[in-house]
């Protein structure tokens, strides 16, 4: 007896999998929750299987079987999204679905503009963006959710690879009125004694804080958020200093008060931004328009210097 499902149904279905939620699940994929109730229900219906159990207030979990299932529908996603890029390979055609993670302290930033300057070279492409920490974007490409990820070059596993962009050393971000703000340059030991505001995101504060512990200093951790606006927002109202990367531009916190952006000298090489791919993805045609795009849009020169916009 033929099977009457489809991928869309598939799609809804990973998609509550991994939200734990119909409400959620549906923001995620853009359409009603009707729609994804629905197709939860005609999967379940098709296969004689429960698939999720419904907690009251405390949303979906897969049952036993489910959690098998989701397995083989990601694999067959994935299976369906080779197809679409052995097609574009043959016709020589850049089109169809493009699922792209980023790093969530510098998505606001970087990856907006590639992405408009992306679909208006290549109309034909469905272009998802995702903002993840950079663990997430590790496990997104391995589960073949996302197709690229821009990140950062930090605790890379091997079995991704990395396409480097730019080099962006670390910077100080000050209040106007903080002491240190009219400083050139600064070191650790210059901040020894100033509160921090942490921007405590996984694999981003261990790197920053890396450079507390080579040079045997113990940081005054003030503040911590995971939000890079409130980060912005604490140190120019004068809660501490901070640390990044990537220079959020204009030089003022969200509400208007002016920062002050300075370089920090640190013995190591600056943080890479770049590509993370899994193995075999530069096979496919749209994979290797959007790497190419990135490599032709975000330049070393202005971008490599501290705390510049990386279109220069």
Not at 14 to 43: H, M, W
Not at 121 to 138: G, K, M, N, T, Y
Not at 162 to 173: A, G, M, R, S
Request: hydrophobic fraction near 45%.
């Amino acid at each position: 007896m033929a099977l009457r499902i489809t991928l869309r149904q598939l799609e809804y279905f990973v998609a509550v999998g991994e939200c734990g939620s119909i409400a959620l699940a549906a923001e995620k994929v853009n359409v009603s929750s009707p729609s994804i109730s629905a197709a939860i229900a005609q999967l379940e219906a098709e296969f004689g299987l429960q698939l999720f159990i419904r907690r009251h207030a405390q949303g979906l979990s897969l049952t036993q079987g489910g959690a098998r299932f989701i397995e083989s529908a990601r694999r067959v996603l994935a299976e369906a999204r080779g197809l679409n890029d052995l097609a574009n390979d043959i016709t020589g055609k850049v089109r169809g679905p493009l699922n792209v993670g980023c790093l969530v302290t510098f998505a606001q930033i970087v990856l907006p503009r590639l992405r408009r300057s992306f679909v208006e070279a290549w109309p034909e492409v469905v272009f998802r963006q995702f903002e993840r920490d950079q663990s997430e974007l590790f496990d997104g490409l391995r589960a073949a959710r996302f197709d690229v990820a821009m990140a950062y070059d930090l605790d890379v596993p091997a079995d991704l690879t990395f396409l480097p962009l730019i080099d962006l050393p670390p910077y100080v971000v000050l209040s106007d009125k903080h002491p240190l703000a009219r400083r050139e340059s600064l070191v650790v030991a210059d901040l020894a004694e100033e509160p921090m505001v942490l921007l405590d995101l996984p694999m981003s504060a261990d790197y920053f804080l890396s450079f507390f512990a080579e040079a045997r200093i113990a940081p005054k951790i003030a503040e911590r958020t995971r939000d890079i606006a409130v980060m912005r927002a604490l140190v120019g109202n004068g809660f501490g200093y901070s640390m990044a990367n990537i220079r959020p531009m204009p030089d003022r916190s969200p509400d208007g008060l002016p920062l002050r952006i300075v370089p920090l000298k640190v013995p190591r090489p600056a943080l890479r931004l770049g590509l993370l791919v899994s193995e075999g993805a530069l096979n496919s045609c749209t994979i290797r328009a959007f790497v190419d795009h990135a490599r032709a849009r975000i330049t070393p020169g202005q971008g490599a210097a501290p705390g510049v916009d990386p279109y220069g």
